[in-house]
């Protein structure tokens, strides 16, 4: 069952249909993953009762943080394999619809589903920063590829995760570069209506944490000759760049809209700033490997 947020994705995502006659391909698979990941969230739940006091112990929670470490090490995270590898598998039937040129590379990521350890192996791999080439590779699967899926698979058990911890999170004094939930690099931001101040999205789990607006959430420099941003005509959009490290984060200033903005649907419905960015030289900051030292 679709929650109240995930319905109101759906159904702009309907509207655009109705009013445009066809979505873009990219829109369609996003609709496609996001029902998936709905259906998992909802059997997660249905299997896993008193899962909101199981995750990690409370007592932990400020030490970790004070020492700036995310709240969920992979051994904390509370999953179903068996469940994990239903995701997976569906995932892949996605991509294989999408990717008929491909049909080796599909059936491959079938056989690591199909195998306990390599799916453990890659997701804790994923999960925990390191390189998937190893587990590509074995598996003659694109390392890309390989990602995309595994993140899609891991998605809905990670925003449940965050949605019980993100609450516990003091936003005053974190202000890192990666998410205080998983750990995650963002990949979106915006500046909220009561004082502009940037919030940062994770890429993974959809925490949302306060960041500081002169700095680059990459690499952490606050030289101001090295900060700048690109803004829309009504300056509703941002591409922050960074000239020390070249990445770049899309932004949203909610100051200047006035319906609801859904920041999930946001990060996939503006690619073109995306084109934008990467070509004026820019990479997206959360290609970048990971800053978090898992121990």
Known sequence: MLSANEAQI?????????????????????????????????????SRRGFHDSIISQAAIPDRLAQGSPLLSFSDLSLDWEQVKAVFQ????V???DSPDSPGEIENLKNIASSSPLLQRAVRDWYEGSSLASVAE???????????????????????????????????SWRRRYCPICGGKP???????????RWLLCSRCDAEWL???LECPYCGTQNQDALAYFTDDEG?????????????????????????????LERVMT???????QEKGYKPGYWLQSSVTWN
Not at 271 to 277: A, P, S, T
């Open 10 to 46: 759906v159904q702009k995502l309907n509207e655009l249909e109705q009013r445009k006659g066809e979505l873009p391909s990219f829109a369609k698979l996003y609709r496609e993953l996001l029902c998936i990941q709905s259906k998992a969230k909802t059997g997660f739940m249905a």
């Open 90 to 93: 569906e995932v892949a039937a």
């Open 95 to 97: 991509v294989a619809r």
């Open 138 to 172: 074995t598996s003659s699967v694109d390392k890309e590829l390989l990602s995309f899926v595994v993140q899609a698979a891991l998605k809905p058990f990670l925003s449940l995760h965050s949605e019980v911890l993100q609450p516990k999170v003091n936003q005053e």
């Open 187 to 197: 990949d979106f931001a915006y500046l909220d209506k009561e004082r502009g101040e």
């Open 211 to 213: 960041f500081l607006r």
């Open 236 to 264: 509703l959009y941002r591409l922050y760049v960074c000239e020390q490290c070249h990445t770049y984060i899309k932004a949203v200033d909610l100051r200047r809209t006035e319906s609801e903005v859904l920041l999930p």
């Open 271 to 277: 690619l073109d700033m995306d084109r934008q960015g």
